[in-house]
């Protein structure tokens, strides 16, 4: 399994950006995959996932603003970011579970958000938000 993160950058506060993974490797007709993000000095944080019902969740201090997409024609996961604010700068991982975890199962929360279940990470991209 190969994932590989594109589509970060700078932007101010307000702003939107979209990050992509493009996804080879990971076939299996039940999947869950996911962002992360790790920010200097701290911990990696979940920040949104889907599965092959299109579930979602996401972390509470993304909801609204960021939408998290597959497309499965492309293999390519998308992280939609809008309202970026200073504090989601970060080095974005996209990650794949090595498992299927089960209806409405796959989370990025609680016992996951520092990303246990995800077996297949990608480099990450940085992305920045200036005030």
């Known amino acids: 399994v190969q994932l590989q993160e594109s589509g970060g950058g700078s932007v101010q506060s307000g702003g939107s950006l979209r990050i992509s993974c493009a996804v080879s490797?990971?076939?299996?007709?039940?999947?869950?995959m996911g962002w992360f993000r790790q920010a200097p000095g701290k911990e990696r944080e979940g920040v949104a996932s889907i599965d092959s019902d299109e579930y979602t969740n996401y972390a509470d201090s993304v909801k609204g603003r960021f939408t998290i997409s597959l497309d499965t024609a492309k293999n390519t996961l998308y992280l939609q970011m809008n309202s970026l604010r200073p504090e989601d700068t970060a080095v974005y991982y996209c990650?794949?579970?090595?498992?299927?975890?089960?209806?409405?199962?796959?989370?990025?929360?609680?016992?996951?958000?520092?990303?246990?279940?995800?077996?297949?990470w990608g480099q990450g991209t940085q992305v920045t938000v200036s005030s």
């Open positions: 990650a794949a579970d090595s498992a299927s975890p089960g209806p409405e199962a796959c989370t990025v929360v609680a016992g996951r958000k520092n990303g246990a279940g995800f077996g297949y």
């Open positions: 490797g990971y076939t299996r007709s039940s999947y869950c």
